[in-house]
Antibody, heavy 121, light 113 residues
């Protein structure tokens, strides 16, 4: 079964850091680029970050640039999002999603269940 | 950045009737070299992650019922549900995958009348 499982969400104070993880299984993780997408409570979807399969290309939304860092360990089939200097507006469910360029033109065809990050004092 | 605008923000449709959702992009998402539109449609039900329905603007994802169809090109796109079923109540999003940032529309909430 193709699966993505996020973890690491928590309640943190403004200015603190947090690292999210996404464990992939059921497919050859090392051949796929990946996205992080977030959703604030009651709001729509916001693309956050992209990481290529070999980690040679990374992109970020302006709202997180300079504060968030995406990385991966293909040997561990895992994707990460290091979030620093967290703000209240970063409060959201964070999803990792498989980016499928060849088959779906870059659409995200597999999504995890999400992990909740709450930034509040 | 490419801005994606969906309309309407919400709609209520009776069972068995047709539902139509529009998505407009501020720039073309048609890649001329392969004549493909880099536009996807997702369905999200409460408490669940989004589910890919349509990619390349009109190609149905495997396992998606054929009552769902996508159309359009360039900057104007439509998601149509031909005969609404109760399980289709959800929020629907379009997303452009043409250029970074991969922006989403604001979402359209579809309810059963």
């Amino acid at each position: 079964e193709v699966r993505l499982v996020e973890s690491g969400g928590a309640l943190v104070q403004p200015g603190e850091s947090l690292r999210l993880s996404c464990a992939a299984s059921g497919f050859t993780f090392s051949t796929y680029s990946m996205n992080w997408v977030r959703q604030a409570p009651g709001k729509g979807l916001e693309w956050v970050s992209y990481l290529s399969s070999s980690s040679d290309a990374t992109y970020y939304a302006d709202s997180v640039k300079g504060r968030f860092t995406v990385s991966r360990d293909n040997g561990k089939n895992s994707l990460y999002l290091q979030m620093n200097s967290l703000r209240a507006e970063d409060t959201a469910v964070y999803y990792c999603a498989r980016y499928n360029y060849d088959y779906a033109g870059g659409a995200s065809d597999i999504w995890g269940q999400g992990t909740m990050v709450t930034v509040s004092s | 950045d490419i801005v994606m605008t969906q309309s309407p923000d919400s709609l209520a449709v009776s069972l068995g009737e047709r539902a139509t959702i529009s998505c407009k992009s501020s720039q073309s998402v048609l890649y001329s070299s392969n004549n493909k539109n880099y536009l996807g449609w997702y369905q999200q039900k409460p408490g669940q992650p989004p589910k890919l329905l349509i990619y390349w603007a009109s190609t149905r994802e495997s396992g998606v019922p054929d009552r769902f169809s996508g159309s359009g090109s360039g900057t104007d796109f439509t998601l149509t549900i031909s005969s609404l079923q109760a399980e289709d109540a959800a929020v629907y999003y379009c997303q452009q995958c043409y250029s970074i940032p991969y922006t989403f529309g604001q979402g359209t909430k579809l309810e059963i009348k």
